[in-house]
C-alpha cells in the first residue's frame, strides 16, 4: 500500500478569512473536510497515481460551514471563513514548529489592518470565472511574449 505524502501548499491571512493554496497539479479525487479547528485535504495526482494528504490544525477556529474549496488545473485552493473575524492570525497551525510543506504565500499577504477587504467576493468571482470557462473559449496566447517585446538576458 503506497504512503501519501504532503501536498506543498502555501497560505496567507485576511481579514474576513485564510487561504491556503495546495499546489498539485492535474489533482482527481480531491476531498477537503473543514471542522471548526482543523481541516484535511487529500487527492491524487499524475499519472502514478501519487496520493497526498494533509492534516493542518488551525491557529483558530473557523466557520466550517461557510468554508469553500475550488480545485484548478494547477492547484485546490481553500477558503477558510474565520470564526472571528478581524482576528489577524501570526500563522496557519496551532503549532509554533515550522511544517516543511507549508509556507507564506509573499505574493497575496499584505498587512490588511489598514485597507478594506474585498477578498472573499473575489474568491467568488474567481470561482465564477473558472467555472463559465471552457478549453475552446480560452484565447490563442502563442507568440504573446514576441508582440509585447520582452526579454530575458542573463548575465
Request: include cysteine; charge should be negative; glycine fraction near 4%.
Amino acid at each position: 500500500m503506497e504512503i501519501a505524502q504532503h501536498a506543498a501548499a502555501r497560505w496567507y491571512d485576511r481579514r474576513e478569512a485564510v487561504f491556503v493554496e495546495f499546489c498539485v497539479e492535474d489533482s482527481q479525487d480531491v476531498k477537503v473536510n473543514f471542522d471548526s479547528s482543523k481541516f484535511e485535504f487529500s487527492c491524487v495526482t499524475g499519472a502514478a497515481d501519487k496520493k497526498h494528504h494533509n492534516t493542518v490544525d488551525l491557529f483558530s477556529e473557523i466557520n466550517p460551514k461557510e468554508s469553500k474549496h475550488k480545485r484548478t488545473d494547477r492547484s485546490v485552493l481553500c477558503c477558510l471563513r474565520k470564526a472571528q473575524p478581524g482576528i489577524s492570525w501570526p500563522r496557519l497551525t496551532k503549532l509554533k514548529e515550522k511544517v516543511s510543506w507549508l509556507s507564506v504565500d509573499f505574493n497575496n499577504w499584505r498587512n490588511w489592518e489598514d485597507d478594506s477587504d474585498d477578498d472573499l467576493s473575489s474568491f467568488d468571482k474567481f470561482s465564477e470565472m473558472i467555472n463559465k470557462m471552457g478549453g475552446d473559449d480560452l484565447p490563442d496566447l502563442e507568440g504573446v511574449d514576441d508582440e509585447v517585446g520582452m526579454s530575458i538576458e542573463l548575465d
